[in-house]
């Protein structure tokens, strides 16, 4: 087998002719995000915000050390000398404060604002780093949150523009010092590999340099420039790693943990999962400072590569910890999933091809869903398409992840995704509705919710009421002062009968733009109504060893495990220290293991597949709340199976299944049921295919 690898690089010569062009613009996005706050949510999308605000998001302020008391707030708890527990959690809670209009977690992140803020080094330096062990890489996160307070609160926002352009110009002058913060050094006290983080997400950070440039320079625009062309002429680019010679993965997608460390290791900063998720919107923000039009295909190669090399069939990146190829048993984080959702939003935003925006529906109905008790108060750190049970196995599949990693828990393996996971559903809101131009609005990403901005003509509201994605048709309510053209973008996936109707008007067929997907409607002043029906049908599309993976509109649905559960008080899985005030420990905070009690060793007729759902045109349906529990769901679907003999794989979850002469039933056929992915914490959504019908 040939493996094609790249060895990490910085001062690339691609980086370097970037850097020496004269770029005084930033090549503008498709679409224009709304400022946080602009976008609120309803029907179920709130209630899940809802209950993240009383679940483990919203109380980690109370009882999580990292956040609770992180060395940022002037305490002394850290999982690692990255500093990056405290500056993942608000970047997640400050967007679900906003979004949701919660008074008592804005006061969470206006407090912990003000603390780091205060906290400021007078070099400019922001965090509780010093001397020689500063690293640029925990800010990223910091300022992604410090810019929507910014956004959302304008009394926050000059003290927070004014910090940020006290750190900037410290960092200006701390890259021109031989990228010192950046790349590792000799005798730096933390190793090359923790400086890595910095170089392989610094897009991350030129998102903030980037707002500061459209929306507050304050005569630093150069110095702003400089910056994004320092963190990319050092950086670990991600253009160099989407090229058909470089790509790990091609090939092989089978389980690439059998291969041996060092063809691996070399590139691990482009595998690492979380990485892979982050970078996949780092070009199109290259491009916007680079002018470099090469890299839209660059950006489309690199999520084609990544899902079509590591992508599980609920929309996030197979990767537990590196890459992993397309194993059914190969897990992905529970921090890969948000950033997944983040990336392609971003994408949808910058390049404006309807591919990203229907991606980050997938990973958003299916994979983060399905990685969360549905109170909220526990997550896994792993999910594996087959998952039929998500207990203490016995061997880990994983490589590098340990034997509790599917549970569902405070802390079941690194607690990355403990502070990380608020970001999910929050930034998916507030990247729902965009401008186009001007003068019009759009609906990008299909949800129950609301939005209000003004536009070139004068203020608008729209008012989405949906069960979508579960039912297929969303109804709208819009207010305008003056006459404008409002957009719903059709998904890839709709039927051509897929239709819309204004103010009760004859209803015509839904024609959107080949590229955006986006459906014009030209509204008057005044009030509108719109009600936008899709058509979905059942869809599989093949997976590894004669498997596939089940559709309808934008869900994802998997075999029902049936299973019972037992819980028990959090414990430390990887962290040997205290990792929680157990005196304001809520007592909802449970670890869970769920343990199968039916057949997971199934194969499927895909021609006997039946979807059983609600009339579609039907948008008021209001779903259970939570609406991704078991059984909460209105819709599944029945096919006819049988049980075949499955082997494990390390002895402890499903393998490969058996392909050809060596699938056959054991017994009599069955109909067995669908459920959508997202509610079915024991699932198994790679299924055998097999010919039952007569």
Not at 501 to 508: G, L
């Amino acid at each position: 087998m040939k493996l094609a690898l790249l060895l990490p690089a910085f001062l690339t010569a691609s980086a370097l002719v970037g850097a020496q062009q004269t770029i005084t613009t930033l090549v503008p996005l498709v679409f224009k995000p709304l400022p946080l706050g602009s976008i609120s949510p309803k029907g179920w999308l709130k209630d899940q915000l809802r209950l993240m605000s009383d679940g483990l998001a919203g109380h980690e302020h109370d009882f999580y050390n990292y956040v609770a008391h992180s060395s940022w707030l002037g305490g002394e708890k850290e999982y690692s000398n990255l500093n990056e527990g405290f500056p993942y959690w608000f970047n997640g809670l400050v967007p679900l404060a906003y979004g949701l209009n919660n008074a008592r977690l804005k006061d969470q992140v206006h407090s912990a604002a003000h603390i780091v803020l205060s906290r400021q080094s007078s070099d400019g330096w922001i965090g509780p780093e010093t001397g020689t062990d500063r690293n640029f890489w925990a800010r990223y996160p910091l300022c992604l949150g410090l810019i929507q307070l910014a956004e959302a609160n304008k009394t926050w926002t000059t003290p927070i523009v004014s910090a940020l352009h006290n750190f900037t110009s410290l960092m200006h002058d701390m890259l021109a010092d031989d990228y010192t913060g950046y790349i590792y050094h000799n005798g730096d006290p933390m190793s090359a590999d923790g400086y890595s983080w910095g170089q392989a997400r610094s897009q991350d950070m030129m998102i903030t340099l980037q707002w500061l440039f459209e929306h507050h320079p304050v005569n630093q625009s150069q110095l702003l420039l400089d910056n994004m062309n320092y963190l990319h002429q050092a950086g670990l680019n991600w253009e160099d790693w989407y090229n058909q010679q470089a790509y790990f993965g091609q090939g092989m997608e089978n389980d690439l943990n059998i291969l041996s460390i060092n063809l691996t290791q070399a590139n691990y900063p482009f595998e690492h999962g979380v990485n892979v998720a982050q970078g996949l919107k780092a070009v199109a923000v290259v491009r916007r400072f680079t002018h470099n039009d090469s890299l839209v295909q660059t950006a489309m190669d690199g999520v084609n590569w990544t899902m079509q090399y590591h992508g599980a069939s609920s929309g996030t990146v197979l990767a537990d910890e590196r890459l992993v190829g397309l194993a059914p048993y190969s897990g992905s984080e529970l921090c890969t999933s948000v950033e997944t959702m983040y990336s392609l939003s971003y994408l949808y935003q910058a390049l404006g091809t309807n591919y990203y925006a229907d991606r980050a529906e997938l990973a958003a109905f299916n994979s983060l869903p399905a990685l969360l008790t549905p109170d909220w108060w526990a997550h896994q750190y792993m999910a594996e398409p087959n998952q039929p049970y998500a207990q203490n196995l016995t061997n880990t599949p994983f490589y590098n992840v340990n034997t509790w990693g599917q549970t569902f828990g405070l802390e079941p393996n690194y607690p990355c995704c403990t502070v990380n996971h608020p970001q999910g559903w929050p930034k998916f809101l507030s990247n729902s509705f965009v401008k186009v131009g001007n003068n019009c609005f759009a609906h990008a990403l299909l949800s129950p919710g609301a939005a209000r901005t003004t536009l070139s003509s004068g203020k608008v509201t729209v008012s989405c009421t949906t069960a979508y994605p579960f039912m297929d048709a969303l109804s709208y309510t819009i207010n305008a002062a003056a006459p404008f053209d409002f957009y719903v973008r059709v998904p890839a996936w709709a039927g051509s009968a897929s239709s819309i109707a204004v103010n009760s008007d004859s209803t015509t067929c839904v024609s959107p733009d080949p590229d955006s997907g986006l459906h014009k409607l030209s509204l008057p002043k005044g009030t509108s109504t719109v009600l936008y029906t899709l058509v979905s049908d059942i869809r599989t599309e093949p997976r590894e060893n004669d498997t596939v993976a089940v559709y309808k509109g934008a869900l994802l649905y998997a075999l029902q495990v049936e299973n019972t559960n037992t819980s028990t008080l959090p414990k430390p899985y990887n962290n040997p220290n205290t990792y929680f005030d157990a005196n304001y420990a809520p007592a909802q905070s449970r670890d869970w293991q769920y343990h199968n009690t039916s057949a997971w060793s199934i194969a499927i007729d895909p021609s006997t597949l039946t979807y059983h759902g609600h009339n579609k045109t039907f948008a008021s349906y209001k779903l259970a709340n939570p609406a991704f529990a078991p059984d909460a769901t209105p819709g599944y679907m029945t096919a006819l199976g049988c049980e075949i003999a499955w082997d494990l794989a390390f002895g402890s979850v499903p393998g490969y299944p058996p392909v050809g002469d060596k699938k056959r039933c054991l017994g009599n056929t069955i109909e067995v049921r669908l459920v959508p992915y997202g509610s079915a914490k024991t699932h198994m959504a790679e299924l055998p295919v097999i010919k039952l019908a007569t």
